[in-house]
């Protein structure tokens, strides 16, 4: 059984751990512009990491940005390594919720997690790298449990819209959803726009890493989920999508291995039917296709390399084409991007068996928001530790390794987004069907009619 402990026995509900990181400084800025949402309208919380030097820093730019000076004193320091055990233990112990914004993951994460665990403290981060996040789900689901912690990943950008966001569509659907494919776009202004190195890095590492995932998984020995109704088909590597009309691609980041275990976890724990899922990725007209493939092709070869993958490391900005930066995006690029999720689902209308005939229904639903990695990642972040902290009743009753969907399923956390700008919405297309199916039986009639007038 899980207690979460807002009372006063941890002297913060929330430590912000990397909180001197890129992503970090803003987290901290949006816990901050948050902390009236926290249980009985205060937030406790805390900076923490390495570097006191730097975390002061960070506090000190939060409080010029947001114009809340008392920050400045109000905010604690606590100095933790993640090759220092002990710090990490003194850490958790002080801490109701660990966001971790420490990364790559593969490296740094698993230290924190245990301390986590064993130090009764839940934990929030905002990996994007599937290998971390099945590699944590196999060894600490059942310590976690025991000690009634809930170790959630992927509460960023990655994979908060995509899982939440298929949820989102199943509970609008009027039927039993089937599956869903998602289109993901992202625009930038006329300054552009770029990713920090740090996801660079972790990218890199689980290329070069990405044949231990599947002996990872097959120590789960999961059975396969079953199928309701049409097999998803898998789109090819490159095609040019009517959905978003533009050439698209399969998304390589974690949502798919994300969604996928909340599938698992659902149709497992609550016996509901698993919805198929395929995601993908704009990524716009012909010249981009070009870079995409010198870009892809270089990747794909020095990655394979400790060379190479210095070389990646060391020069971020011209192996990307662009797209990421050891500086990283900057305020006035961040203001002006935004992303959008179009998730295009099928399934049964109610009434109608899905062990039976095709899927008769479709539904369209949207989860659009601000900037990916340093605005969107923060406010998800940011709301999915809040949830924890006062909807604790919709949690899972037990404490284990989860991914957000299996978490947050029940409570509020899509109408909490929503209040801070990562929209879900959505539209059917039932009426379609519905009009589709009652034309033919018309054209029956009528036919019927003629041929065998009832006068
Ligand atoms: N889910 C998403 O959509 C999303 C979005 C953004 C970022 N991310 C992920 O978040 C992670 C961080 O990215 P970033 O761009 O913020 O990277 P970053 O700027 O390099 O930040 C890394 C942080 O880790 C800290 N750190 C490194 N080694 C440490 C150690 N031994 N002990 C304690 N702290 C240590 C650094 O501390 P110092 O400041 O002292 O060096 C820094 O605070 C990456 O894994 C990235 O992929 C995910």
Redesign the pocket.
Known sequence: MVHVDTSSSRPYHLVIF???????QFVVEEVARTASEGPKGNLKWAVA???KQ?LEKVVEQAAGVLGKPELRTEVDIIV????EPDSLAAMCKQAVIVLN?????RF?GEPVVKACVENGAHHID???EPQFLEGMQLNYSGEAAENGVYIIG?C???SIPADMGVLYTRDQFKGTLTAVESFLTVSSGPDGGCI????WQ?AIYGFADGHKLQSLRRKFNHKPLPTVGSKLKRRGALFFSNEIQQYTVPFMGSDPSVVKRTQRFVAEEHQATPVQYGAYAGIGGIGNIIKLMFAGMMFWFLVKFHFGRNLLIKHPEFFSFGMFSKA?PSRKQMEASSFQFAFYGEGYSEGQDPTQGKPNAKIRAVVQGPE???VA?PIAMVQAALTILNESSAMPKKGGVYTPGAAFAKTTLVDRLNKHGVFFFFCLFVCLFVCLFFLKHLLICIITIQWFPPF
């Open positions: 990397g909180a001197s990181g890129f992503t970090g990491g390495r570097s730097k933790a390594d993640v090759g914004c420490v990364g790559p993951y740094y905002i990996c994007g992927s960023g950008f990655d920090h190195d740090g996801t972790s990283g990916c990695g340093y990642t």
